[in-house]
C-alpha cells in the first residue's frame, strides 16, 4: 500500500467517523408536555452532553446531561431564588456542591439525593457558622456553631438538637466541658467562669 493511499483511507475513516458522531450528536431545542424547553444537545433523541432545561414555575438548569439525566456538573437555579451549584445525580444535587439561599446563607458540602447530608459548612443569615456533620439538613454527628455574639458550641448533634458531649464557650467567656441533654446541661460536667470559680458535678436542666 502506498503513502498516497493510506493517507486517502485515513481520511476516509476521519470523514466517517465525523458524519457518524453528527448524526449521534446534535444541537436543537425541545419542549415537553410539562411546559418545560431544552435546549442544548442531543444523542440519538436524548438530551446528551450540554444543555439547559426550563421550567414554567422558574427552575431552570444548565450543565451536564448523560442519556437524558441530569447527571454531572451543573448549575441551578429554583423558583423560590436559590441556587444550587455542583454535581447532580439522577436530576438531584448529590455529590459536591454549593447553594446560596435568598436570604444570602449558604451551604457548602456533601448533598445525598438531594438532600443535605454529610459533611459541610452552612452560614446562616443571621452571621452564625456551623461546620461539621449534616443530616436532610439538620445538624448530625460532631459540629462546631458559632454565633455572632461569640458563643460557641463544639460538640454532638442528633437530628438538630445539642446533645452528647460537647465544649461551650459562652459570650461572657464562662465555658462547660460536659454532657449536654436538648440543648442544656445536663449529667456530668464542668463550668469554669472568667473571675476563676469552678462548678463541676452533676448538672439537671442547666443548673
Known sequence: MTTRLSLTLIAALAT????????????????FDNGGVYEGSFRNGLQHGTGTFRMPNGYEYTGDWVDGQIIGQGVARFPNGSIYEGSFAKGKPEGMGKITYVDS????????????TGQGIAVYANGARYEGGFREAMHHGRGVLINPDGYVYDGDWINGVKEGSAKITYPDGAVYTGSVVRGSREGQGRLEMTEGLIFEGVWKNGE
Open 16 to 31: 466517517m467517523t465525523s458524519v457518524a458522531f453528527a448524526q449521534e450528536t446534535e444541537v436543537g431545542s425541545k419542549q
Open 105 to 116: 446563607g449558604t451551604y457548602e458540602g456533601s448533598w445525598l439525593d438531594g438532600k443535605i
